[in-house]
């Protein structure tokens, strides 16, 4: 489905310019993109150097902004690939007048080219496109490509939450991770909860809200 352009776009952008750091997307290829590296600053952006947590996939932003309201002492960055979803995300952060938070319009597979290694703490994976057809796992944000990446860019010790309410995208990306060398758990709802501090994604409420299961694993990068 294609999704309109949103109306007075770049005056929009420009009014959250403070909230976005800004990806060059001049090199489209990403083989190409990843070896010319073009590190963010990550004590320059926030002023400190408090752990940094990443959302993948944030969407309007809602989860990622009251996690970062929630934990001051920590810096949060929102990933998301459609500008017109990155734009409702970085309203609501403005709007909420939050200083812990910046957002990246960019695909996951363009992070090593920003993300220098051993930069990142915590991986957020929330209720990501499961793409169930075979044809289309190079799309999923679970597979072995991506694992890599995550790797790359994690601390030791550093981990990766995911939920989903597909079982089968469950068990394809228990696999996934496992098999690219992290420790596996699958969480109960009151662990998750606590590493959340009680902060839900719009995606999980309507599932809890229906009774359906969530289920939750965390990946932890061998040190």
Same mark, same amino acid.
């Given at each position: 489905?294609?999704?309109?352009?949103?109306?007075? %776009?770049?005056?929009? %952008?420009?009014?959250?310019?403070?909230?976005?750091?800004?990806?060059?997307?001049?090199?489209?290829?990403?083989?190409?993109?990843?070896?010319?590296?073009? *590190?963010?600053?990550?004590?320059?952006?926030?002023?400190?150097?408090?752990? !940094?947590?990443?959302?993948? $996939?944030?969407?309007? @932003?809602?989860?990622?902004?009251?996690?970062?309201?929630?934990?001051?002492? *920590?810096?949060?960055?929102?990933?998301?690939?459609?500008?017109?979803?990155?734009?409702?995300?970085?309203?609501?952060?403005?709007?909420?007048?939050?200083?812990?938070?910046?957002?990246?319009?960019? @695909?996951?597979?363009? !992070?090593?080219?920003?993300?220098?290694?051993?930069?990142?703490?915590?991986?957020? !994976?929330?209720?990501?496109?499961? *793409?169930?057809?075979? =044809?289309?796992?190079?799309?999923?944000?679970?597979?072995?490509?991506?694992?890599?990446?995550?790797?790359?860019?994690?601390? $030791?010790?550093?981990?990766?939450?995911?939920?989903?309410?597909?079982?089968?995208?469950?068990? *394809?990306?228990?696999?996934? %991770?496992?098999? =690219? @060398?992290?420790? %596996?758990?699958?969480?109960?709802?009151?662990?998750?909860?606590?590493?959340?501090?009680?902060?839900?994604?719009?995606?999980?409420?309507?599932?809890?809200?229906?009774?359906?299961?969530?289920?939750?694993?965390?990946?932890?990068?061998?040190?």
């Amino acid at each position: 489905m294609r999704i309109r352009r949103r109306k007075h %776009l770049e005056e929009r %952008l420009e009014n959250i310019k403070d909230y976005f750091i800004v990806a060059d997307k001049e090199i489209i290829d990403v083989n190409k993109a990843v070896k010319d590296k073009k *590190y963010f600053d990550f004590t320059e952006i926030f002023g400190n150097d408090n752990p !940094l947590i990443m959302d993948i $996939g944030c969407g309007k @932003g809602g989860f990622i902004t009251d996690l970062a309201l929630k934990n001051p002492n *920590y810096n949060f960055i929102g990933v998301e690939m459609m500008e017109n979803i990155a734009l409702l995300a970085a309203e609501l952060a403005k709007s909420k007048e939050i200083t812990n938070l910046k957002f990246v319009n960019s @695909g996951a597979e363009y !992070l090593p080219r920003y993300f220098p290694p051993e930069s990142v703490s915590r991986i957020y !994976l929330n209720f990501s496109p499961p *793409y169930p057809k075979k =044809s289309n796992e190079n799309r999923r944000l679970t597979n072995k490509r991506f694992a890599a990446i995550y790797r790359e860019i994690l601390i $030791g010790g550093g981990e990766i939450i995911q939920k989903t309410d597909d079982k089968d995208f469950f068990d *394809y990306s228990y696999t996934s %991770l496992c098999e =690219s @060398g992290f420790d %596996l758990r699958i969480l109960s709802y009151s662990e998750a909860n606590e590493i959340n501090k009680g902060v839900f994604s719009e995606y999980e409420k309507k599932f809890l809200q229906l009774n359906f299961p969530v289920y939750t694993l965390k990946a932890v990068k061998n040190k």
